[in-house]
């Protein structure tokens, strides 16, 4: 069983910068595809960004491409997403996600644990 904790949300400006961290334990997260995806109120979750297990591969939502980056560390077993020019819309509770494969997918089903969430709010 893969545990998996969110952490760095906040408050931040529009234009401002966040990096968010997600800790796995439990498992072998070297091996593991991870993924960042967001749900704002009223609305569905949905893919952010996916990195495949060496870090080599990385897919981006059209919204966010450009803007976010996601990496990881697999010698501290976390995965990370640095968020610049964040924008009002980037308001949602994020979540990341652990893929028992190698390489990731923006579709939520293939996505085996989940974390519990931080939430992002960014004002005008």
């Known amino acids: 069983q893969v545990q998996l904790v969110e952490s760095g949300g906040g408050l931040v400006q529009a234009g401002g910068s966040l990096r968010l961290s997600c800790g796995a334990s439990g498992g072998t997260f070297s091996t593991y595809a991870m993924g960042w995806f967001r749900q704002a109120p009223g609305k569905e979750r949905e893919f952010v960004a996916t990195?495949?297990?060496?870090?080599?591969?990385?897919l981006y939502a059209d919204s966010v491409k450009g803007r976010f980056t996601i990496s990881r560390d697999n010698a501290k077993n976390t995965v990370y997403l640095q968020m610049d020019s964040l924008k009002l819309e980037d308001t949602a509770v994020y979540y990341c996600?652990?893929?028992?494969?190698?390489?990731?997918?923006?579709?939520?089903?293939?996505?085996?644990?989940w974390g519990q969430g931080t939430q992002v709010t960014v004002s005008s």
């Open positions: 996600a652990a893929h028992t494969s190698p390489y990731g997918s923006s579709r939520l089903d293939r996505y085996s644990y």
């Open positions: 990195i495949s297990w060496t870090g080599g591969s990385t």
